[in-house]
C-alpha cells in the first residue's frame, strides 16, 4: 500500500508557541490530503482538506487562522498550529490518497501536548 | 447530515472465537466504506473497502458486508488472535459527494483479545 510519513510523532509545546506538523506522501502524490484531530477515546474529526497549490478548505467550527494549512508540492501538506493553548492538545492524523486507489492511506499521528 | 454508529463501543474475548463488529449509518447513499484499524497511539491502517455496488469484500481472516438499504456494516473476524486487539474504524463519505473523500468516522470498537 501507499506511504504517508508524518512528523513528528510526538510533541511537548509551551502555550502560545507554535507547532508544524509535516505530512508527506513517500510514494504516491496526492493533490489532495485531509487533516484529522482525535480525542482520546474519540473518533477522527475532519479538520480541513488541504488542496495543492490552492487554499485549504476548514469544516465548520474549526479556525483557519489557528490552523494554518500548506499544500505546497504534490507530496508535502503542513499544518501548523499557531498560538498553540492546551485546549489544542490532542491526537492529529493526516491522510492522503492516491489517484489510482480508492483507499485512504494515514500517517502515523502526531500528540501534540501543550503545557 | 451523514451519522455514523458502532457498536459495540468495546469488546473482549477469547482467543479464537470468531466476532462481528457492527457499523450503522444514517444515509445510505453512499459511495463506498472503508473499515481500519487503529493501534494506541498511532494512525490508521485501512483494512478493507467495499464499494457501493458491492456486498462484501475479504482479506484473509477479515471479511467485511455492506447493505446500503438497511445503512448496515458489519466486520467479520475469524479465528480472532491477541495481535488482533486494535480500536475498529468504519467511515464512509457524506452522501453525494463521491470523489471528495471526505470521511465520516464511527466512533469505534475497541477490541481486546485475551491470550
Known amino acids: 500500500g501507499a506511504v504517508v510519513s508524518q512528523h513528528p510523532s510526538r510533541v511537548i509545546c509551551k502555550s502560545g508557541t507554535s507547532v508544524k506538523i509535516e505530512c508527506r506522501s513517500l510514494d504516491f502524490q496526492a493533490t489532495t490530503m485531509f487533516w484529522y484531530r482525535q480525542f482520546p477515546k474519540q473518533s477522527l474529526m475532519l479538520m480541513a482538506t488541504s488542496n495543492e497549490g490552492s487554499k485549504a478548505t476548514y469544516e465548520q467550527g474549526v479556525e483557519k487562522d489557528k490552523f494554518l494549512i500548506n499544500h505546497a508540492s504534490l507530496t508535502l501538506s503542513t499544518l501548523t498550529v499557531t498560538s498553540a493553548h492546551p485546549e489544542d492538545s490532542s491526537f492529529y492524523i493526516c491522510?492522503?490518497?492516491?489517484?489510482?486507489?480508492?483507499?485512504?492511506?494515514f500517517g502515523s499521528g502526531t500528540q501534540l501536548s501543550v503545557l | 447530515k451523514q451519522e455514523v454508529t458502532q457498536i459495540p463501543a468495546a469488546l473482549s474475548v477469547p482467543e479464537g472465537e470468531n466476532l462481528v463488529l457492527n457499523c450503522s449509518f444514517t444515509d445510505s447513499a453512499i459511495y463506498n466504506l472503508q473499515w481500519f484499524r487503529q493501534d494506541p497511539g498511532k494512525g490508521l491502517t485501512s483494512l478493507l473497502l467495499i464499494q457501493s455496488s458491492q456486498r462484501e469484500q475479504t482479506s484473509g481472516r477479515l471479511n467485511a458486508s455492506l447493505d446500503k438499504s438497511s445503512g448496515r456494516s458489519t466486520l467479520y473476524i475469524a479465528a480472532s488472535q491477541p495481535g488482533d486487539s486494535a480500536t475498529y474504524l468504519c467511515?464512509?463519505?457524506?452522501?453525494?459527494?463521491?470523489?471528495?473523500?471526505?470521511?465520516?468516522f464511527g466512533t469505534g470498537t475497541r477490541l481486546k483479545v485475551l491470550a
Open positions: 467511515a464512509v463519505p457524506p452522501s453525494s459527494t463521491s470523489g471528495t473523500y471526505k470521511y465520516i
Open positions: 491522510s492522503g490518497r492516491p489517484l489510482t486507489n480508492e483507499k485512504l492511506f
